[in-house]
RNA sequence: GGGCGGGUAGCUCAGAUGGGAGAGCGCCACGCUUACACCGUGGAUGUCACAGGUUCAAGUCCUGUUCCGCCUACCA
């Protein structure tokens, strides 16, 4: 097989679905239970069940990929386990939405009917985000995809639950909670978001039961005083001393409260005086509990009052509001109305405004998992990147509190417990039970709430390697070597795994953890559909090509900040890619007749630019993967963009055109074409983590018989890429020619006209370099000629560059402009000037002198010397310019 | 109220361990040179938020101020 050519333009709509299909045709992205490779294991943050990527998904699996794509190719037996999160309340909402589309509730279909369309739904519409994240060319080992309602993971789940509940680490309490009164359930604290609103603060007065006058307190709610069971005050308040123990009468309701002393209470705040609703406030819910109050709720699952509000039952509780508001103003009890800013805590999904209610629900005791999960924090068992983080995680896990895991919804984990009907008893089993272990009463009734689905997802680093079960993909690959995902589920996610992972396993789930930022933006603000700002992956693959998109997410990663997104940049990539197509094409038009099993080169015959590429490379090679290996991706990015562009293609293939194009011998030919067949080769290994589709378009092109870029070696460092003097050697040459066009440029010489140019220098060794790289000169710079001399006889007509100890001369010939000529110098004479003035105030300092390191010292006054070398050099060209004349 | 991150070229951002600043895009000029105009060559642009301090030397360390984000929190 011979290599082949490419067209105009990379196809990329045409090689993605092409390669993607090559490559899970050759189960390439499957990972091996046991091996002789080292292991290396991502889980992937599994999306929602009803997810559509968006940026974020964008972003992180982009990640992941870049990672497992340079781990595999590094040789390490490398899992991506993917999978699916079953996202309990979305889902339920989605298909209830669908149902009330048909006119019907959940309850007319019943919970087994429901959840049975819930599956129905997710078998016709569920994971479109699996088939989006082909798109985007992860490299997932789809064959052992996971679902959260798997049955296995949902034995991994019971089986928790179980162990937990008999470590007295899972409780069932009436407590206060986070309810969402449109979901119709309870959340975890951590679900609960807060929003700034205008409010009001009402000043209500509570009259004594006993005497004249009463006590005034504020509310911002005063809708829950029908659930008031108590009025608080500060103990240290002396406006309230002598009235801690008397009743007041609670308006509109007419029921006798105490009025209590605690010390939670702010003597500042309002009146100093607060009317306590145990009911349905987390601070009053914990005096009550100090106090021995009576709970009383006074609203109902939909958030309208019940029959403990009286007169008000049946109302919503904003419409009580008002009712309350004017019945307490009809009364005389409503002494002063304020404008108050405060917070509102809403439902994450659903915005509704939470309910705090007492209920009865499922707990998980966390303070001493989380103890555990610092302490792998503190001792560096598992690694938190970028390490501000380990601050936030630390603070949270200190300040825990702990997790509510009961649903009142039916799509998910049903709670393994069981009560009695005969004898009231609870049972907790992972497997079914069929009769109660007590009174062997076979009529048992299954607890009604599911779990969170956190709970399950915090089981995701081991459930889905097997566990239960002590599967050979569990001991391979547990604990896993990284997580990568947004710092935004720190708590609700990774700190989950962290207990539940050192709990059930013992070890942690994870070594590493890379915390990525937002995307957002080009102007910084949240993506969301009601902004409109919404960018969408997918039409960005469709436009641009997944390669081009994932590069740009990549370069935009630097470690800490959000990512700034924009349609722009994506194109700016797009450009990237045409670069490295065209790079392409025209080392395959000149590859053509290069021997196929190649040639070997000795080092005698390379040209200097071919060592010079190699050296760069091999910088390059670090740069790629030293970058990766510390998650800056950034970096790594910014490493292989610059050498491709400006150096692979400005100009090592322009240095070599002469050569390839037969002005030089055969062997330097062939040098130069095993230069630069080795070079793209090794190049689009590095690009291959970030660009999947177009290396391997290329590489098939490249090396017909090579096999796939994916599975290729990612390259290292050999000796014989290092190469400083090939490097500083092409350096001179290279600033010589940027000297020349610069001159060309600066003094209007057209681009076509080819100049002649005197170098001279009385330094041996650099005018040996620049006699060897003279035909470089020549043809970068378009010279007619270029003669290299050690004498230093004076010229006129001439325009003066001195690049380190090489003075530069450009003839000008008829077009002689002498005060262009003059003010280019004096510019650049200005510019050395204050560049002398600075370096030698310095050394001039005596403490300076003293106190800098000698290596500092030494650098400063060389530069110095250089300064003032180059200065007298510009200078005696002025002058002769000015004395010669033209 | 606490905590964290950030204010560097017109824009978006890089700048371990202190030695007077970089990239990409944009802008200006010139060029269709047989890979690429999705290109090439050259050029311009910065009181590194502000004020102090440490140091021979500060974008980089310390303190304070200010502005902007985010996280977190039971002052009703």
């Not at 009364?331 to 994450?348: A, D, K, R, S």
């Not at 933006?521 to 641009?544: A, L, T, W």
């Amino acid at each position: 097989m011979v290599r082949g050519t490419l067209g105009r333009a990379f196809e990329s709509h045409e090689a993605e679905t092409r390669w993607y299909k090559y490559w899970l045709e050759n189960g390439y992205f499957h990972a091996e239970d046991r091996s002789e490779k080292q292991p290396f294991c991502i889980v992937i943050p599994p999306p929602n069940v009803t997810g559509m990527l968006h940026m974020g998904h964008a972003l992180n699996n982009a990640l992941q990929d870049i990672v497992i794509r340079f781990r595999r190719m590094q040789g390490y037996n490398t899992l991506w386990m993917p999978g699916m999160d079953h996202a309990g309340i979305a889902t339920q909402n989605v298909v209830e939405q669908e149902l009330a589309k048909e006119g019907i509730s959940r309850n007319d279909l019943g919970r087994e009917r429901f959840v049975e369309r819930v599956w129905e739904w997710k078998a016709k519409y569920g994971g479109m985000i699996i088939n989006q994240l082909k798109r985007l060319g992860c490299s997932c080992d789809w064959s052992r995809e996971r679902f959260t309602m798997d049955e296995g993971l949902s034995r991994a789940v019971r089986e928790v639950f179980v162990r937990l509940y008999n470590n007295d680490l899972i409780y069932q309490g009436d407590y206060i909670v986070n309810w969402c009164p449109r979901c119709h359930t309870a959340i975890s604290d951590l679900e609960v978001e807060y929003n700034e609103e205008n409010g009001h603060l009402w000043h209500i007065r509570y009259p004594f039961v006993d005497g004249d006058g009463g006590i005034v307190v504020a509310t911002t709610r005063p809708e829950t005083m029908l659930g008031d069971t108590a009025v608080a005050v500060n103990p240290d308040d002396p406006r309230y001393r002598d009235i801690v123990g008397r009743s007041v009468i609670l308006p509109l309701v007419e029921r006798e409260i105490p009025i209590i002393a605690d010390s939670y209470v702010t003597m500042e705040f309002g009146s100093g005086a607060v009317k306590i609703t145990p009911g349905h406030d987390p601070a009053d819910f914990a005096m009550a509990g100090r106090h021995n109050l009576p709970i009383i709720r006074i609203m109902d699952g939909g958030g309208a009052m019940n029959e403990n509000a009286g007169l008000y039952r049946g109302q919503d509780r904003y419409v009580c509001r008002e009712n309350i508001v004017a019945d307490l103003k009809k009364y005389g009890y409503l002494l002063q109305v304020e404008p108050y800013l405060h917070n509102i805590g809403q439902c994450y999904r659903c915005k509704t405004d939470i309910e705090p209610m007492v209920s009865r629900q499922w707990f998980v005791k966390i303070a001493p998992l989380a103890k555990a999960a610092v302490a792998a924090v503190v001792k560096g068992k598992t690694r938190i990147v970028p390490a501000t983080w380990e601050g936030t995680y630390f603070d949270w896990m200190n300040n825990i509190r702990d997790w509510c895991i009961s649903r009142q919804i039916w799509w998910g984990h049903r709670i393994p417990v069981w009560y009695c009907d005969e004898c009231g008893r609870i049972i907790v089993a992972a497997q079914d039970p069929q009769s109660c272990p007590d009174c062997g009463g076979t009529a048992l009734t299954q607890e009604e709430d599911v779990l969170d689905t956190w709970f399950s997802s915090a089981l995701w680093p081991f459930s889905t390697l097997g566990w239960p079960d002590q599967t050979e993909a569990l001991k391979t690959f547990y604990p896993t070597s990284l997580l990568v995902t947004g710092f935004d589920i720190l708590f609700f996610w990774v700190a989950r795994m962290m207990m539940m992972g050192l709990y059930v396993m013992k070890d942690v789930p994870f070594r590493d953890v890379y915390l990525h930022a937002l995307v957002r933006d080009e102007q910084g603000d949240k993506m969301s559909k009601s902004r409109g700002n919404i960018i969408d992956p997918i039409e960005m693959i469709d436009k641009y090509g997944a390669d081009a998109f994932r590069f740009t997410l990549a370069a935009f990663t630097a470690q800490g900040r959000d990512v700034r997104m924009s349609e722009e940049r994506i194109e700016g990539y797009k450009y990237f890619v045409n670069k490295i197509w065209n790079a392409t094409r025209f080392s395959l038009i000149n590859l053509e007749d290069y021997p196929e099993e190649g040639v070997s080169v000795s080092k005698e015959e390379e040209s200097l630019p071919d060592r010079w590429i190699k050296a760069r490379l091999g910088r390059t090679i670090d740069g790629v993967a030293g970058g990766i290996e510390e998650y800056r991706f950034n970096d790594a990015a910014a490493a292989v963009y610059q050498f491709v562009w400006h150096e692979l293609c400005d100009w090592y293939l322009e240095l070599i055109k002469p050569i390839l194009y037969g002005n030089g011998d055969a062997r330097s030919r062939l040098a130069a074409q095993h230069t630069l067949l080795y070079v793209l080769k090794t190049v689009l290994k590095l690009l291959h983590p970030f660009m999947p589709f177009l290396t391997e378009e290329i590489w098939y092109t490249l090396v017909p018989e090579g096999g796939a870029i994916m599975i290729a070696a990612f390259p290292t460092v050999e000796d014989g890429l290092r190469d400083p003097e090939a490097e500083t050697n092409m350096g001179i040459l290279m600033d010589t020619i940027s000297a020349i066009r610069n001159i060309r440029g600066e003094m209007g010489l057209a681009p076509s006209k080819k100049l002649k140019v005197l170098i001279r220098t009385q330094d041996e060794s650099s005018r040996s370099i620049v006699k060897a790289g003279k035909d470089y000169i020549v043809a970068m710079a378009n010279l007619e000629d270029c003669a290299i001399r050690g004498d230093m006889e004076d010229l006129k007509g001439v325009a003066t560059a001195i690049v380190g100890n090489l003075q530069i001369l450009v003839h000008l010939e008829g077009l002689v402009d002498i005060g262009g000529e003059k003010a280019r110098l004096e510019k650049e004479i200005a510019k050395i000037n204050k560049d002398l003035a600075f370096v030698g105030k310095k050394i001039a300092n005596r403490d300076f002198l003293s106190r800098a390191a000698a290596a500092v010292i030494q650098k400063e006054e060389g530069k110095y010397r250089q300064l003032c070398e180059k200065h007298a050099a510009l200078d005696s060209a002025l002058k002769k310019l000015l004395s010669l004349g033209p």
